[in-house]
C-alpha cells in the first residue's frame, strides 16, 4: 500500500514518559457504501517500556473519518519489534 500524502507529527513527550506521534492520510475504499477514499488518523505511542535497541512496543490507534459510524469505533494495533541479531528483527 502506497500513501503518497502523509503528514507526520514529531514525537511528543507525555508526562508518563511515553511518546507520541500523529500521522494524517488518506486511504482508497472499495465497499459501495463508503466513499472513494477517507481521511485517516493514525496517533502512534512508544511505550517507554521499550528497551532501547533491544525491544520496541508501539501501539497505532487508527480513526478512519467519512465512513458509516466512524465516531463509534477505532482500530488498534500493537507491533512489538525485538532484537533478534544485529541486523535484524522480529515483528510482532
Same mark, same amino acid.
Given at each position: 500500500?502506497?500513501?503518497?500524502?502523509?503528514?507526520?507529527?514529531?514525537?511528543?513527550?507525555?508526562?508518563?514518559? =511515553?511518546? $507520541?506521534?500523529?500521522?494524517?492520510? =488518506?486511504?482508497?475504499?472499495? =465497499?459501495?457504501?463508503?466513499? /472513494?477514499? @477517507?481521511?485517516?488518523?493514525?496517533?502512534? $505511542?512508544?511505550?517507554? @517500556?521499550?528497551?532501547?535497541?533491544?525491544?520496541?512496543?508501539?501501539? @497505532?490507534?487508527?480513526? $478512519?473519518?467519512?465512513?458509516?459510524?466512524?465516531?463509534?469505533?477505532? $482500530?488498534? =494495533?500493537?507491533?512489538?519489534?525485538?532484537?533478534? @541479531?544485529?541486523? /535484524?528483527?522480529?515483528?510482532?
Amino acid at each position: 500500500m502506497c500513501l503518497p500524502d502523509v503528514v507526520y507529527h514529531p514525537w511528543s513527550k507525555e508526562r508518563e514518559g =511515553n511518546q $507520541t506521534r500523529e500521522l494524517m492520510y =488518506n486511504v482508497s475504499l472499495s =465497499n459501495p457504501l463508503t466513499p /472513494k477514499s @477517507a481521511a485517516v488518523t493514525e496517533t502512534q $505511542t512508544l511505550y517507554k @517500556a521499550s528497551q532501547e535497541r533491544e525491544c520496541y512496543i508501539v501501539d @497505532a490507534e487508527v480513526v $478512519t473519518h467519512q465512513v458509516p459510524y466512524h465516531d463509534y469505533f477505532y $482500530t488498534l =494495533n500493537r507491533y512489538v519489534l525485538t532484537r533478534v @541479531a544485529k541486523h /535484524k528483527c522480529r515483528l510482532r
